[in-house]
């Protein structure tokens, strides 16, 4: 149990859905992200919010939309996703302010498009 | 443009011998690095780290040699064991919040 806890654990969803990854964590940290693996490649950074505040958007594509409402939530919404988005989306987060934070990170959601 | 590599997808390693993987970068400005270990259907969990002021740093089977001038950073793990069959990544950080991860490594210790 790392303390960051990602809902659901396995998606399928068709290309015209509309779908909402949650995730949420217990550690008391100032940053969450949200990750993208696919096979063979490596992690993907997609968004960074620190204290609530999106920092970084690492040119993911209109179709995700992230949300932070507080420092402990952080949804991924979705829709109009493609096959191409097949992947495993893990959700991070990491206490910053003494410059050398780890990740920790969630289960991850696995996420298939048809 | 990857700035952090890991360039043997796989490794097999017989169970008490030690595992050694490896890891290159290309930034200079990278100044703290870390080690994940994943496995199947788990999100990655932190294992080792260690900052650029550093050579060495060690965690009882877990030992992180970083040598700056050859951007190259190695995991080493004595002696293996069947538990730590996983996917190993390797992590760069610039500062604050930026991590790079290299496409991991697959480890399988063979008892």
């Known amino acids: 149990e790392t303390g960051v806890t990602q809902t659901p654990r396995h998606l399928v969803m068709g290309m015209t859905n509309k779908k909402s990854l949650k995730c949420e964590q217990h550690l008391g940290h100032n940053a969450m992200y949200w990750y993208k693996q696919s096979a063979k490649k490596p992690l993907e950074l997609m968004f960074v919010y620190n204290f609530k505040e999106q920092t970084e958007n690492n040119s993911v594509p209109s179709r995700f939309s992230p949300e932070c409402p507080n420092s402990s939530h952080l949804f991924l919404h979705l829709h109009t996703l493609q096959p191409e988005d097949s992947a495993l989306y893990l959700c991070?987060?990491?206490?910053?302010?003494?410059?050398?934070?780890?990740?920790?990170f969630g289960s991850g959601t696995q996420l298939s498009v048809l | 443009d990857q700035q952090v590599k890991q360039n043997s997808p796989s490794l097999s390693v017989q169970e008490g011998r030690i595992s050694i993987l490896n890891c290159d970068y290309t930034n200079s400005m990278f100044d703290y690095f870390l080690w994940y270990k994943k496995y199947p259907a788990e999100g990655p969990t932190f294992l080792i780290s260690?900052?650029?002021?550093?050579d060495k740093n060690e965690d009882g089977r877990f030992t992180v040699f970083l040598n700056k001038s050859a951007k190259h950073l190695s995991l080493h793990i004595v002696p293996s064991q069947p538990g730590d069959s996983a996917v190993y990544f390797c992590?760069?950080?610039?500062?604050?919040?930026?991590?790079?991860f290299g496409t991991g490594t697959s480890l399988t210790v063979i008892p």
């Open positions: 260690i900052s650029s002021i550093k």
């Open positions: 991070a987060s990491s206490q910053n302010d003494r410059g050398q934070g780890k990740l920790f």
């Open positions: 992590a760069a950080v610039v500062t604050g919040n930026q991590f790079y």
